[in-house]
């Protein structure tokens, strides 16, 4: 029996292999026959949907994998947009520096020229800073020097060192921050001054003249940079909100894709059905029109697929043999079985009648027994 199961594994992949290279001969025939352009003759075309399906499922392939071509490009640019937006935020950052480093300067040169003997012409202008501009000024000296009287005293015993480092820490702390305000008030006012004299320079001061000057190319550099920024965001943002109802381009892209295998596997059904219509034709006029639509190469390929239909018949046909081989080896096993039962019985059946004849013999001696007690009595 293991022999027999095992021939029908073997059976039954030698048809599952045939199986597979059957259904690739009959997609290769049903091909072959709906890839004929013209279809099938005159009114005849009436009874074969099949090409239009055929005209149907390409289309929505074709058209699917247009989509995939055209969202692979949309993320091409996405990439690009990406890249050029951060190369832009890098040089609107540069650019922001050298605007502010720009603006700084000239506030250094007016707060400079400020309160000189004479009287400048832009005092007007900085007379609300001054007063502030001082206040910082000294107060980094003034902490500088500290600072720099802290770092020349001994070090001392452990403690005195760890004060001083304590110290140091605090001081070069309030040394940055008043550092950092004076900076921002120098670039508040060359700003301010830009705004402030925005067209008109004073030529009376080269300097100035041309510290406003390169403000200017910095400041237009700039919003270039920030206009051009800005028309790649809003780029970026409209091939986001495009694949946003989607669930963005990698899901778009694997639905088409899963679209596209299920119109294959459609196709593939369709060239099957065509393909058994041509290997084994049955009586009408479609099995007619679809021999007409056969090429010179579809006969190697239909002789081929009958060949492999009787190889899988044959398969078929040795399988249910071995099949009724086992269940004939079944059936009687089952007999056999059935047989031993029935003799167990009878043998018990044989010992029960002997016992039920012991026990008789045993009653009829204990009766003859009595007869003879009575005869005492």
């Not at 206009?227 to 790649?232: G, H, K, N, Q, Y």
């Not at 008789?360 to 003879?372: L, P, Q």
């Amino acid at each position: 029996m293991d022999d027999r199961k095992r021939q029908i594994a073997e059976a039954e992949q030698r048809k599952k292999e045939q199986a597979a290279f059957l259904d690739s001969l009959l997609e290769r025939i049903g091909e072959s026959v709906l890839a004929r352009s013209d279809g099938p003759p005159g009114a005849a075309a009436a009874e074969f949907g099949e090409f239009a399906a055929y005209g149907r499922l390409r289309g929505e392939a074709a058209g699917a994998r247009d989509s995939i071509r055209a969202a692979e490009e949309r993320m091409r640019r996405f990439g690009e947009l990406e890249e050029g937006i951060e190369a832009g935020e890098r040089e609107t950052g540069v650019r922001a520096g050298e605007l502010a480093d720009a603006h700084g300067r000239l506030g250094t040169l007016l707060l400079g020229k400020a309160g000189k003997p004479g009287g400048g012409p832009h005092d007007e202008f900085l007379a609300p800073f001054l007063g502030q501009a001082d206040e910082l000024a000294s107060k980094v000296v003034s902490l500088e020097e500290r600072l720099s009287g802290l770092e020349q005293k001994e070090k001392g015993n452990v403690f005195a060192w760890i004060g001083k480092s304590a110290q140091a820490l605090v001081l070069k702390s309030f040394l940055g921050k008043a550092q950092e305000n004076l900076d921002q008030l120098r670039r508040t006012v060359g700003e301010r001054f830009c705004l402030r004299n925005s067209g008109s320079l004073f030529p009376e001061t080269a300097e100035i003249d041309s510290l406003c000057g390169e403000i200017e190319l910095a400041r237009s550099e700039l919003e270039a940079v920030s206009r051009d920024t800005a028309v790649l965001r809003d780029e970026k943002r409209a091939i986001s909100d495009g694949f946003g109802a989607d669930g963005g381009p990698a899901r778009y892209i694997q639905n088409l894709k899963n679209q596209i295998s299920g119109i294959q596997n459609e196709l593939r059904a369709l060239y099957r059905r065509m393909g058994a219509e041509a290997a084994f034709p049955a009586d009408g006029g479609r099995a007619k029109i679809v021999a007409s639509l056969l090429g010179p190469g579809d006969r190697e390929n239909i002789e081929s697929a009958v060949g492999t239909s009787r190889a899988i018949d044959d398969c078929d046909a040795a399988i249910e043999k071995l099949k009724a081989a086992i269940a004939i080896d079944d059936e009687k096993a089952k007999i056999e079985k059935h047989r031993r039962a029935i003799q167990e019985k009878r043998d018990r059946i044989a010992q029960a009648e002997r016992n039920i004849a012991e026990l008789e013999g045993s009653i009829r001696d204990c009766e003859a027994s009595i007869e003879k007690l009575r005869e005492l009595l």
